[in-house]
């Protein structure tokens, strides 16, 4: 075999691959489920989501493009970590739908005062920024936000659906 079609088989092979991967269906919460509890993991790039102290799905997300470490002042391009609250829903927002996160708490606004930077906020939990829908789950190879989680859009959606405000997340390294 030449190494022409090799390498049009190992094309053909990855087109293959990549369209299962961003065709491959995932499964839905119950239609009863409230999300109670998000717990994010940074160094995993996953996002927890819990009723009732059950595990009712995994998500894979992306972060700030400075995703290592506590974020420190606005600007930083790295994700908050702690506890906070989902404060605000908004189904208008330039990245399709979000979750607001009650960024910045006590600590965080310590940590900017002894910088002497703002400490920011508009922390969310969003999917793709309107007219990219079709970068689908392609959008998890990278950490391309400013700081906050980002979902597809179909994710979003259904967290959004179920978690009402006043819901805990913590976000850890």
Request: aromatic letters at 10%.
């Given at each position: 075999?030449?190494?022409l079609k090799k390498l049009r088989l190992l094309f053909i092979g990855t087109f293959v691959v990549l369209i299962a991967y961003y065709c491959f269906p995932q499964g839905k919460f119950p239609a009863t489920v409230t999300i109670d509890n998000i717990l994010v993991l940074k160094s995993k790039r996953?996002?927890?989501?819990?009723?009732?102290?059950q595990l009712i799905k995994t998500y894979k997300i992306s972060l700030g493009r400075n995703p290592k470490r506590q974020k420190e002042y606005e600007g930083d391009k790295k994700?908050?970590?702690?506890k906070y609250t989902i404060n605000e829903k908004n189904?208008?927002?330039d990245?399709?739908?979000?979750?607001?996160i009650s960024y910045p708490n006590q600590a965080d606004i310590e940590r900017a005062?002894?910088?002497k930077q703002p400490t920011g906020g508009s922390i969310k939990i969003h999917g793709l920024k309107n007219g990219f829908a079709f970068i689908g789950k392609f959008q998890r190879w990278i950490d391309w936000t400013a700081g906050c989680i980002a979902l597809t859009?179909?994710?979003?959606?259904e967290l959004y659906e179920h978690t009402?405000?006043?819901?805990?997340?913590?976000i850890k390294p």
């Amino acid at each position: 075999m030449t190494i022409l079609k090799k390498l049009r088989l190992l094309f053909i092979g990855t087109f293959v691959v990549l369209i299962a991967y961003y065709c491959f269906p995932q499964g839905k919460f119950p239609a009863t489920v409230t999300i109670d509890n998000i717990l994010v993991l940074k160094s995993k790039r996953q996002l927890l989501a819990y009723s009732n102290g059950q595990l009712i799905k995994t998500y894979k997300i992306s972060l700030g493009r400075n995703p290592k470490r506590q974020k420190e002042y606005e600007g930083d391009k790295k994700t908050p970590e702690g506890k906070y609250t989902i404060n605000e829903k908004n189904s208008k927002s330039d990245f399709y739908k979000n979750l607001g996160i009650s960024y910045p708490n006590q600590a965080d606004i310590e940590r900017a005062r002894k910088m002497k930077q703002p400490t920011g906020g508009s922390i969310k939990i969003h999917g793709l920024k309107n007219g990219f829908a079709f970068i689908g789950k392609f959008q998890r190879w990278i950490d391309w936000t400013a700081g906050c989680i980002a979902l597809t859009n179909e994710e979003i959606d259904e967290l959004y659906e179920h978690t009402p405000i006043g819901t805990q997340i913590e976000i850890k390294p």
